[in-house]
């Protein structure tokens, strides 16, 4: 864990932009912003997370330093994702550092931004769950500020096999969910126990209604009966839990 944490930590600082002259007083964090907010990271590759800071009062080279390692800051628990929305945006974390220097001095400082890109991004090999970004600020006269803000990696699900058929009664959708395998051995595994939520429209462009849910076995298969509805388009929604990302599935048609 000592080599995770080092290669986190080794971070790339864009000289600081002040906007204004230097200050004065004890430093400030203003706010520390994770980028991408919510990463989400594949059996292979790996996705590089860009950390800003917006602090004032600070000086010298090193005057705001980062550390970024898995956990929470406290002991608190953190809940399942959210569903995810449609056509929603990934912004990116900001959270105002809960340390000491939080709120601004009077009077406010000149604020600088220190931007940290670590020297190598996050693969499925690290832990999920909650992580911490835990900042450091140094005035002129040697104060020191502390902060933190916290952010969670999960791991890709996807949706296979989906198929939706016609009967005299209505549809039987069934497919099945993966997951980027845990133990490493294969690239996705099953998911068992999931729920999953079944998405209607009637013609492209209408709003998608929840019409029935499911559960996946062992094997990550799930199989529900829709009666009334026959024709039309649906998807296959997983909204997530802390540790693996929600998926939509592509749009799927009935079959005969």
């Not at 020297?119 to 900042?135: A, M, S």
């Not at 429209?201 to 499911?214: K, L």
Request: net charge negative; aromatic share 8%; proline share 10%.
């Amino acid at each position: 864990m000592r080599f995770l944490f080092a290669l986190l930590a080794a971070a790339t600082v864009v000289p600081p932009v002040p906007a204004g002259a230097g200050v004065a007083g004890e430093p400030v964090i203003r706010s520390v912003t994770v980028t991408p907010g919510a990463p989400v990271v594949g059996p292979s590759g790996s996705v590089r997370v860009v950390i800003e800071v917006v602090a004032g009062g600070v000086a010298g080279p090193d005057g705001v330093t980062i550390e970024v390692e898995p956990g929470a800051p406290d002991a608190a628990d953190e809940p399942a994702s959210p569903p995810i929305q449609e056509d929603a945006e990934d912004t990116g974390v900001t959270g105002t550092a809960d340390g000491q220097g939080a709120s601004a001095p009077a009077p406010a400082p000149e604020w600088e931004i220190w931007r940290f890109v670590p020297d190598k991004g996050l693969t499925r090999w690290y832990p999920t769950g909650r992580w911490t970004v835990t900042v450091t600020a140094r005035g002129a006269g040697g104060e020191v500020v502390t902060g933190h803000t916290v952010f969670r990696l999960r791991r890709e699900t996807r949706f296979s096999a989906v198929r939706v058929a016609a009967g005299e009664t209505g549809a039987r959708v069934r497919g099945v969910l993966n997951r980027v395998d845990p133990q490493g051995y294969l690239d996705y595994a099953p998911f068992p126990g999931q729920p999953v939520g079944i998405l209607h429209r009637s013609e492209p462009g209408e709003p998608w209604q929840s019409v029935a849910s499911a559960t996946t076995d062992a094997q990550g298969r799930f199989a529900r009966d829709v009666p009334g509805i026959r024709d039309g388009q649906w998807r296959i929604l997983f909204a997530g839990t802390g540790h693996y990302a929600g998926r939509r599935s592509i749009i799927h048609p009935t079959t005969a």
